[in-house]
């Protein structure tokens, strides 16, 4: 059951880094082979800039996915895993070879 549950974290953020590469590489994409000029008979209406200031027109469809769907995918994996690690507890920082805690300066107590 354990290893079902690291491999469903792992997974969750390989999904989250692949949407979030996928945007980007449309971003890319975009720059390079965006319409530059509006075209109400193909739906290109939306203004959209990308990459450096190059201003591109895209579909409703195309900002949607590029604007909300991606990175809202790639957010809310992040966001799910780090909820299912703090529940089930397998990612946690463990304890250097001396026996001290990595973070054990962020954790004392400061004295008056």
């Known amino acids: 059951m354990e290893a079902l549950q690291k491999s469903l974290i792992i997974a969750l953020m ?9 945007a980007l590489y449309l971003d890319g994409l975009y720059c ?3 319409a530059t000029t509006a075209s109400v008979a193909e739906g290109r209406i939306y203004s959209r800039t990308v990459c450096h200031g190059h201003r591109v027109f895209l579909t409703g469809k195309e900002k949607f996915n590029l604007d909300v769907l991606y990175p809202s995918i790639a ?3 992040v966001l799910i895993a780090g909820l299912l690690d703090l529940r089930w507890k397998h ?3 463990k304890k250097d070879l001396q026996g001290e805690d990595l973070f054990y300066w962020y954790g004392r107590k400061k004295k008056r």
Do not use: D, N, Y
């Open 14 to 22: 390989v999904l989250a880094a692949a949407f979030w590469i996928w």
């Open 32 to 34: 390079e082979h965006g």
């Open 75 to 77: 957010i809310g994996s």
């Open 91 to 93: 990612f946690v920082h």
